[in-house]
């Protein structure tokens, strides 16, 4: 069975569970919307999160993330307006693979330009944070917000280290 990124949204969303909403701006429109959005109530809000079919490659020592298909254009321009040192808005890209208890969720580092922009070549799992493992939550979303705020005060608004 094929995996789409249909199929790995369904199951975001019965992991993860509580309120979520999840959008089809429709076949070429270049929005660039992201693809749900989980709701964690006061003080974070919707966090906004684009889901992307991947596969996990071992290379030499390493393990990386790759998505399936690519991260368009208007994808990375709506992430990178999004995220706001100043605001602290932080959004997420997770890569998906597998089903049922084989499935798996991976958080990208924080979606700036100069990140998103490497989904070619693949993202090192030491930079990223897995959410879900063998279908069950590893980290949850409030968790996963909270360390993505803290690294986001860290850093510029194109996503350099300033502090």
Known sequence: MSESET??????????????ESYEPGQ??????????????????????????????KCGPYRILRVKTSIRASQIAWH?????????????IFVCFGEGEEFEAWSLPLPFRC???EWRQGWNTLECK????????????LSLV????????RRDYKGALVK
């Open 7 to 20: 199929d790995h949204k369904r199951r975001l969303r019965n992991v993860i569970g509580g309120w979520s």
């Open 28 to 57: 070429g429109s270049g929005v660039g919307y992201p693809d749900l959005q989980f709701d964690l109530g006061q003080p974070h809000g919707l966090i906004p999160v684009e889901v992307k079919a991947g596969r996990l490659m």
């Open 80 to 92: 990178d307006n999004f995220l706001s040192p100043s605001r602290g808005n932080v959004s997420f």
């Open 115 to 117: 990140i998103t922009m």
């Open 130 to 141: 897995q959410i879900i493992s063998k279908g069950k939550m590893v980290k949850d979303l």
């Open 146 to 153: 909270a360390e993505a705020k803290e690294d986001l005060s």
